[in-house]
């Protein structure tokens, strides 16, 4: 992906992250407000960078985005659930615009550009007869002088309670940038500036007069108070009994979190390649410098001094190293939330109950894992409301909550990442499957699956169970689509399924880079590596007593894990090692019986594209030594181990 592509897709998750807000923010008019304006500087920047390197598909979808936010910002049209689920929609045309820049403008979005113009043409209502006296009351020049967005800004606040203040003030232009930023720090904290109006005056061209319309839920004294502390500051209040004189006929417009929005930060945009490299080039200077200083230690008189200044020069490396990760990685809450948004609007389309849960927010993921599994997410998520959850007559009958229930779950552990997407629906029936096989001509009629051969013909190319095409379904783009993209970045794809109850896919994502404190084991000439996360004790054996009781916990070597002749040794180390089993909460306690064992921290990589299908693999760190010891998926060896033994 190139760093424009990258500038204008942060641009559409700023947008939809503001929209998030605008949802939970509502009937909060300031905050409302603030939002809007900032979707808006987003949408015309977009618009713009779009228009100058000819993306003219997604420069039209945001010249039709703006139509929409004007007429909000305008008072013409008001915020409703239509105008939040377009947002998301129009949202999503963009992505798709930057993805498949060839499409035809023309047939792909003429109904979102249709919700667009009605949605923007809106509606007229007639405001509260005191906000319409108040809006008289105004002096002529300073109400002519509003923009339409401050007008509708003006309406809104007085509709929704404010007082509306005349705050007169003069600055000397020395002073002047630090004065009036202290006056606008303090008004915006209870209130909110309606406009700012500087003026030079003929009789003192050394002052710079500002008339300021400021709107607040407050009293004139208390405003008065506030603003004691200022120079030169005269306040008043507008309001009908004190300026009857001035009033006119005045046209305006009219119209009715988690998170407020910020200014994007400042970035600079590397390739990907080359951080890679120079997080292998940090690594490497670190192993020179360390075989340097353990040679000094060897031959100095002064090896406890070197020693601790080895320490610390190895601490600033890892230190150093691990900031370098840190680059790749990017929050995995905006994967998250495109697949939430997805879940939600096929809710809508297909008019079903859903409730859909997000944990993992604050998770991050390494950048080319986070652009990879996006559309695959998304996929799932549509498929979890279209296919898994049933219609609401359905869920009755079958005694189940009328809301049907879908979570996202994100975890990390040893530097993997898994996705699952959870499911109360209808489940995977093979007889269902079946059917669909049978229909599609890629099954006998005679044939009939199990379960798990059910799972694997849903991953067939060209597969769907649908009867028609649908928003949703039914192209025969399915999950085949799925486990290819994620088999491309070295992940696997897991599912379990109960007919009735649910189901559950799983994406398992590895490790790209990570630093992991870890526990080398050696077994002879081998070495291969666990997490320490995993090592509570160790205990040294010069042989395994066959009467010693161990109770439940078993004595396991690494070769019984790996399937490889054993390896004899003169001693012993039994390492004590608890974990979760995988696919269940059951917690599992075995001794490693190994020749000894040490603590690190090293940098973990990936194994490539096919390292998912390395059962019990999760990655490689290449030694001090420059050999490479592979990191070991204790809990699923010895899961395996286990079921061989049954």
Same mark, same amino acid.
């Given at each position: 992906?190139?760093?424009?592509?990258?500038?204008?897709?942060?641009? $559409?998750?700023?947008?939809?992250?503001?929209?998030?807000?605008?949802?939970?923010?509502?009937?909060?008019?300031?905050?409302?407000?603030?939002?809007?304006?900032?979707?808006?500087?987003? $949408?015309?920047?977009?618009?713009?960078?779009?228009?100058?390197?000819?993306?003219?598909?997604?420069?039209?979808?945001?010249?039709?985005?703006?139509?929409?936010?004007?007429?909000?910002?305008?008072?013409?049209?008001?915020?409703?659930?239509?105008?939040? /689920?377009?947002?998301?929609?129009?949202?999503?045309?963009?992505?798709?615009?930057?993805?498949?820049?060839?499409?035809?403008?023309?047939?792909?979005?003429?109904?979102?550009?249709?919700?667009?113009?009605?949605?923007?043409?809106?509606?007229?209502?007639?405001?509260?007869?005191?906000?319409?006296?108040?809006?008289?009351?105004?002096?002529?020049?300073?109400?002519?002088?509003?923009?339409?967005?401050?007008?509708?800004?003006?309406?809104?606040?007085?509709?929704?309670?404010?007082?509306?203040?005349?705050?007169?003030?003069?600055?000397?232009?020395?002073?002047?940038?630090?004065?009036?930023?202290?006056?606008?720090?303090?008004?915006?904290?209870?209130?909110?500036?309606?406009?700012?109006?500087?003026?030079?005056?003929?009789?003192?061209?050394?002052?710079?007069?500002?008339?300021?319309?400021?709107?607040?839920?407050?009293?004139?004294?208390?405003?008065?108070?506030?603003?004691?502390?200022?120079?030169?500051?005269? $306040?008043?209040?507008?309001?009908?009994?004190?300026?009857?004189?001035?009033?006119?006929?005045?046209?305006?417009?009219?119209?009715?979190?988690?998170?407020?929005?910020?200014?994007?930060?400042?970035?600079?945009?590397?390739?990907?390649?080359?951080?890679?490299?120079?997080?292998?080039?940090?690594?490497?200077?670190?192993?020179?410098?360390?075989?340097?200083?353990?040679?000094?230690?060897?031959?100095?008189?002064?090896?406890?001094?070197?020693?601790?200044?080895?320490?610390?020069?190895?601490?600033?490396?890892?230190?150093?190293?691990?900031?370098?990760?840190?680059?790749? %990685?990017?929050?995995?809450?905006?994967?998250?939330?495109?697949?939430?948004?997805?879940?939600?609007?096929?809710?809508?389309?297909?008019?079903?109950?859903?409730?859909?849960?997000?944990?993992?927010?604050?998770?991050?993921?390494?950048?080319?894992?986070?652009?990879?599994?996006?559309?695959?997410?998304?996929?799932?998520?549509?498929?979890?409301?279209?296919?898994?959850?049933?219609?609401?007559?359905?869920?009755?009958?079958?005694?189940?909550?009328?809301?049907?229930?879908?979570?996202?779950?994100?975890?990390?552990?040893?530097?993997?990442?898994?996705?699952?997407?959870?499911?109360?629906?209808?489940?995977?029936?093979?007889?269902?499957?079946?059917?669909?096989?049978?229909?599609?001509? $890629?099954?006998?009629?005679?044939?009939?699956?199990?379960?798990?051969?059910?799972?694997?013909?849903?991953?067939?190319?060209?597969?769907?169970?649908?009867?028609?095409?649908?928003?949703?379904?039914?192209?025969?783009?399915?999950?085949?689509?799925?486990?290819?993209?994620?088999?491309?970045?070295?992940?696997?794809?897991?599912?379990?399924?109960?007919?009735?109850?649910?189901? %559950?896919?799983?994406?398992?994502?590895?490790?790209?880079?990570?630093?992991?404190?870890?526990?080398?084991?050696?077994?002879?000439?081998?070495?291969?590596?666990?997490?320490?996360?995993?090592?509570?004790?160790?205990?040294?054996?010069?042989?395994?007593?066959?009467?010693?009781?161990?109770?439940?916990?078993?004595?396991?070597?690494?070769?019984?894990?790996?399937?490889?002749?054993?390896?004899?040794?003169?001693?012993?180390?039994?390492?004590?090692?608890?974990?979760?089993?995988?696919?269940?909460?059951?917690?599992?306690?075995? /001794?490693?019986?190994?020749?000894?064992?040490?603590?690190?921290?090293?940098?973990?990589?990936?194994?490539?594209?096919?390292?998912?299908?390395?059962?019990?693999?999760?990655?490689?760190?290449? %030694?001090?030594?420059?050999?490479?010891?592979?990191?070991?998926?204790?809990?699923?060896?010895?899961?395996?181990?286990?079921?061989?033994?049954?």
């Amino acid at each position: 992906m190139d760093s424009l592509t990258e500038e204008l897709e942060d641009r $559409v998750e700023q947008i939809f992250s503001a929209t998030e807000s605008l949802r939970e923010l509502a009937g909060d008019g300031k905050a409302t407000r603030q939002l809007l304006d900032s979707i808006f500087r987003n $949408v015309h920047g977009l618009k713009a960078t779009a228009s100058s390197n000819e993306l003219k598909n997604l420069a039209n979808i945001a010249h039709q985005f703006e139509n929409l936010l004007h007429a909000l910002r305008t008072g013409k049209a008001r915020i409703t659930d239509d105008v939040l /689920r377009v947002f998301d929609d129009t949202s999503d045309a963009m992505f798709s615009s930057l993805r498949d820049t060839d499409s035809d403008t023309a047939t792909s979005f003429n109904s979102l550009f249709e919700r667009l113009q009605f949605l923007s043409e809106g509606s007229s209502k007639t405001n509260r007869l005191e906000v319409d006296v108040i809006l008289h009351a105004i002096p002529n020049e300073i109400f002519q002088a509003l923009r339409d967005e401050e007008k509708h800004r003006l309406q809104q606040v007085l509709g929704e309670g404010a007082s509306l203040f005349l705050i007169t003030t003069s600055f000397d232009p020395a002073s002047f940038d630090q004065r009036f930023q202290s006056l606008k720090e303090t008004l915006t904290r209870e209130g909110e500036l309606i406009s700012t109006a500087p003026q030079i005056r003929d009789d003192a061209p050394g002052k710079i007069d500002f008339r300021i319309l400021y709107a607040r839920e407050s009293e004139l004294d208390s405003v008065k108070q506030e603003l004691s502390d200022q120079l030169d500051i005269v $306040v008043s209040e507008i309001s009908p009994q004190a300026t009857k004189q001035n009033i006119k006929s005045h046209s305006v417009g009219s119209r009715y979190d988690k998170r407020s929005t910020s200014s994007a930060p400042y970035l600079i945009r590397i390739e990907l390649d080359d951080l890679d490299r120079l997080i292998s080039s940090t690594h490497q200077l670190f192993r020179d410098t360390d075989s340097c200083l353990d040679q000094a230690i060897t031959n100095s008189d002064q090896s406890a001094l070197l020693r601790s200044k080895a320490e610390a020069v190895s601490s600033s490396f890892m230190a150093l190293a691990s900031e370098l990760v840190n680059l790749r %990685m990017v929050p995995i809450d905006r994967v998250l939330q495109r697949a939430f948004r997805a879940g939600r609007s096929v809710a809508v389309a297909a008019d079903k109950k859903v409730e859909i849960n997000v944990v993992g927010h604050d998770l991050a993921i390494d950048k080319s894992l986070a652009d990879a599994i996006s559309d695959p997410l998304i996929h799932l998520m549509r498929n979890a409301v279209d296919h898994g959850i049933e219609d609401e007559s359905r869920r009755v009958s079958a005694g189940k909550n009328p809301l049907g229930k879908i979570s996202i779950e994100a975890t990390t552990l040893q530097g993997q990442t898994r996705i699952r997407v959870t499911d109360d629906g209808r489940g995977i029936d093979p007889h269902f499957i079946c059917a669909a096989g049978r229909r599609l001509g $890629v099954l006998a009629h005679d044939k009939q699956l199990d379960l798990e051969q059910s799972v694997r013909l849903l991953f067939r190319p060209g597969f769907t169970t649908a009867t028609a095409v649908s928003e949703a379904s039914g192209r025969g783009v399915g999950l085949d689509v799925v486990e290819t993209a994620i088999e491309e970045v070295g992940g696997a794809i897991r599912v379990d399924s109960r007919p009735g109850v649910g189901s %559950m896919f799983e994406i398992q994502l590895p490790a790209t880079f990570s630093l992991l404190n870890v526990v080398v084991l050696h077994s002879g000439d081998r070495r291969h590596l666990i997490d320490a996360a995993y090592v509570s004790s160790s205990q040294v054996m010069n042989s395994i007593d066959p009467q010693v009781d161990i109770g439940s916990t078993s004595v396991l070597t690494l070769e019984d894990l790996l399937e490889q002749e054993a390896t004899p040794s003169a001693s012993s180390v039994l390492v004590y090692c608890n974990f979760k089993m995988p696919n269940s909460q059951q917690s599992k306690s075995v /001794r490693l019986q190994v020749s000894k064992f040490e603590t690190a921290q090293l940098l973990v990589r990936n194994l490539g594209s096919h390292s998912g299908r390395w059962l019990g693999v999760v990655g490689a760190a290449e %030694m001090r030594d420059g050999k490479v010891a592979l990191l070991l998926d204790l809990p699923t060896l010895v899961a395996r181990h286990q079921f061989a033994s049954l």
